[in-house]
């Protein structure tokens, strides 16, 4: 529940915005179109019959057409299976691994006091896992119990912690932090004793835990955030290169199939433009929503700890910014694929245009794998071409709080809203324009 | 019904003017045939009429006003190029057009079928469109222009790359679409098609209107045409030192011959009879490549320069 209200506030203020670009955007499109040379009267009273009315459905017709045929091709359904392949092998192969988050089974031998028993199962919920105690016969039983993985951790004496694997090895596996949680409370429980206290004392110092740490993200292993941050980087890096693809080859295939000329004889330019951003991006929430769902059950399935639970929160803010780097970059795109007339002319635009994608993924990738974000990282946070790479990675580290990624929102929708109305003048002057590239100068200059 | 005006049609581009000051009108009820040298401007002006070009100066008027975007949904355009997603079902694809018109998805649907089934196409509505010929490609793409029922018709050589039987089929749906009310204009540098099919012609030069009118009275008016056929004659050289007359074109042994109002066709046919047996002595009508070439080259002109918009 507890997670659900800290969702509300980034739920609220999507939201509004969203009301907000979409309201603006139906205004822009209900402007009548600057019609090209034929001097415009204002139509004679009664002259236009119902039939004659601009039927505002053609963004959707076009945005439908455009889904359709994504949904059905080729590339659409190979790119959704090798997104899922990635993503159910990461979250697999470390459960596979032998990590059994969710119970951890701890073998104790000799006795275990009272308090010391409720502080190693809190331990475990600290570890994201519940703790179930195993009484054992001896070490030796205990340790032929965990090679054979019927325990996970074994506590000996009240004194030593035994793991199967060195806790060195993963230690953003449950067992590891299990078992060095636990060393240390058994730790303190030692040194209290051994210092003399009355029963009364040694129990208030057993039952001290650590002051309450809030931050954005719930309390969590750094090493699981560090991962969510990783495969979030990876899928917004992934996806937005392949979607910013789609829309320059769709808008090239149109052009150089002609068919454009024929869809511009009904269609105005924004609105065709404003279809085809919308169609894909609809493909990109399908395919974006379809691999986040199958994470979430392999990860539940699996009861892996690496999506487990603590990182709604990450993924939600994934998904937002997917989009919201989809909205600003396919607009540029869409007018770069107008400028080009041939397919051998896409590689001299498509590598300068991808060159910021490829920089902000750069800079928060080492950021995630670091786990300690830079100054500019965080500065790469709030530039609408950079942020649906930085902000998503330091809302995984919980370096963010909501106040700053709603600003961040704020300042990318306000770059898309000018992004597309340069490159909606640059696509309506260069998509007739067949033969060489356009210029830049000559597609940005006015008419 | 209304009909497409053009007027005072105008576009520079730098210092070429690809359309200067160009007027005409397409009536409704015939097929017009737009015709012109390469680079007269023909296609400057048919994307004029659906805002593919911007005009420097001019307006287009159906039925009286200035054309504005919604009126473009009830006119069809089959573009010199191919203008079809290659990828995409040719039934979804004619569809599509039917709605991007306004047409419901029903209509749109039983549209579809009907047209491509007129064009022979019924059992290919799955197939994609780069598996098609480029003539079949080519009946897609006019039943993506008919699937509307659009009220005006612009064809940029709709009849290029069509087979014969092809020919018949687009010929035959053009003049049923001009009988049924319909504004047809069509671009072709086949003339002697354009002779058979259209009721109208527009000829343009350099950007300017050089001759409009019925196919009839153009090819009935201007200088006498004479064709004669001597036997054993391939040449037509008995015909060169005639006074007021002009050797036009030789064809098989058929000598075509324009003469002057002054020329008299009996000192012609005394010409002929002096050179052998004459098997043939007809007096014709212009042809409309004759009239088309008359007019164009008519008063002399420099060389153009190749230019296409």
């Known amino acids: 529940m507890s997670e659900l209200g800290r969702l509300l506030p980034y739920v609220i203020i999507i939201a509004a915005l969203g009301f907000v670009v979409l309201r603006r955007h139906r205004r822009s499109g209900s402007r009548p179109r600057l019609d090209s040379g034929a001097l415009i009267r204002p139509p004679e009273p009664g002259a236009t019959p119902m039939r004659l009315l601009p039927l505002p459905g053609d963004v959707g017709l076009v945005a439908a057409r455009e889904l359709r045929e994504r949904l059905r091709g080729r590339a659409f359904r190979i790119g959704t299976l090798l997104i899922l392949a990635v993503i159910a092998a990461a979250i697999i192969i470390p459960a596979v691994r032998g990590d059994r988050a969710g119970v951890q089974q701890v073998g104790v031998v000799g006795t275990l006091s009272a308090p010391l028993r409720a502080a190693v199962v809190a331990d475990g919920t600290a570890a994201n896992a519940t703790v179930t105690l195993v009484a054992e016969a001896s070490q030796t039983a205990a340790e032929s119990d965990l090679r054979g993985g019927r325990i996970d951790v074994a506590i000996i004496n009240s004194a030593a912690v035994v793991t199967d694997k060195p806790v060195t090895a993963d230690p953003a596996s449950a067992t590891a932090q299990l078992a060095n949680a636990a060393a240390r409370t058994v730790a303190t429980a030692n040194a209290v004793r051994s210092a003399g206290l009355t029963p009364a004392q040694a129990a208030a110092l057993a039952a001290a835990r650590s002051a309450p740490v809030s931050s954005l993200q719930p309390a969590g292993a750094s090493g699981a955030q560090r991962t969510t941050s990783l495969i979030g980087l990876l899928l917004v890096f992934f996806l937005l290169t392949q979607y910013n693809t789609w829309t320059l080859i769709g808008v090239l295939e149109e052009k150089s199939s002609r068919v454009v000329e024929v869809l511009l004889a009904t269609v105005p330019a924004v609105r065709l433009l404003a279809g085809k951003v919308l169609g894909i991006g609809l493909t990109v929430f399908v395919q974006a929503g379809l691999a986040v769902v199958v994470a979430l059950s392999i990860a539940h399935a699996t009861h892996s700890d690496v999506l487990h639970g603590t990182t709604t929160l990450s993924i939600a803010a994934t998904l937002v910014w997917l989009v919201l780097g989809y909205a600003f970059y396919s607009w540029v795109y869409a007018a770069a694929g107008a400028m080009v007339s041939r397919q051998d002319q896409v590689q001299s635009l498509a590598f300068p245009l991808a060159l910021p994608v490829i920089f902000g993924y750069i800079v928060s990738l080492s950021a995630a794998t670091s786990g300690n974000p830079s100054l500019l990282v965080h500065v790469l946070a709030y530039l609408p071409p950079t942020a649906p790479l930085a902000m998503p990675t330091l809302v995984g580290l919980g370096a963010v709080s909501w106040w700053q990624f709603a600003a961040s929102a704020v300042i990318s929708l306000a770059g898309t809203v000018g992004v597309a109305r340069v490159a909606a003048g640059v696509y309506r002057r260069a998509i007739l324009q067949t033969g060489r590239r356009v210029r830049l100068r000559e597609a940005l200059a006015r008419n | ?309």
């Open chain 2, 1 to 309: 019904m209304p009909q497409l005006e053009l007027d005072g049609l105008t576009r520079r581009y730098g210092s070429l003017t690809a359309l200067d000051q160009l007027s005409f009108s397409v009536r409704p009820g015939h097929v017009t045939g737009f015709l012109g040298p390469n680079g007269a401007g023909k296609t400057t002006t048919m994307r004029a009429v659906f805002g593919l070009t911007a005009l420097d100066a001019g307006t287009i008027r159906w039925d009286g006003a200035p054309v504005r975007p919604p009126q473009r949904r009830r006119f069809g355009y089959l573009p010199e190029e191919r203008g079809l997603y290659p990828g995409m079902r040719i039934g979804e694809q004619v569809e599509y057009f039917g709605r991007l018109h306004g047409m419901s998805p029903a209509a749109a649907a039983a549209g579809a079928r009907a047209w491509l089934g007129r064009l022979g196409l019924g059992d290919r509505a799955a197939d994609k469109v780069e598996t098609l010929s480029q003539g079949n490609q080519q009946r897609v793409q006019l039943a993506v222009a008919l699937v509307y029922d659009p009220d005006l018709l612009i064809l940029d050589e709709p009849l290029s790359g069509l087979d014969p039987a092809g020919i018949d089929a687009m010929s035959e749906v053009l003049t049923e679409q001009a009988r049924a009310g319909k504004c047809v204009l069509l671009s072709s540098h086949q003339l002697d098609l354009v002779e058979n099919l259209c009721q109208s012609v527009v000829i343009i030069d350099h950007g300017r209107l050089v001759a409009s009118g019925n196919v009839d009275d153009l090819t009935t008016r201007g200088r006498r045409r004479l064709v004669v056929r001597v036997a054993g004659d391939r040449d037509g050289d008995w015909a060169r030192a005639l006074p007021g007359v002009t050797l036009s074109e030789v064809d098989a042994g058929a000598v075509r011959l324009v003469l002057e109002a002054t020329a008299d066709s009996q000192r012609v046919l005394g010409a002929a009879m002096a050179a052998g047996p004459v098997t043939e002595f007809t007096v014709r009508r212009r042809s409309l490549s004759e009239v088309f070439r008359e007019e164009v080259a008519g008063p002399t002109r420099p060389a153009r320069a190749e230019a296409r918009a």
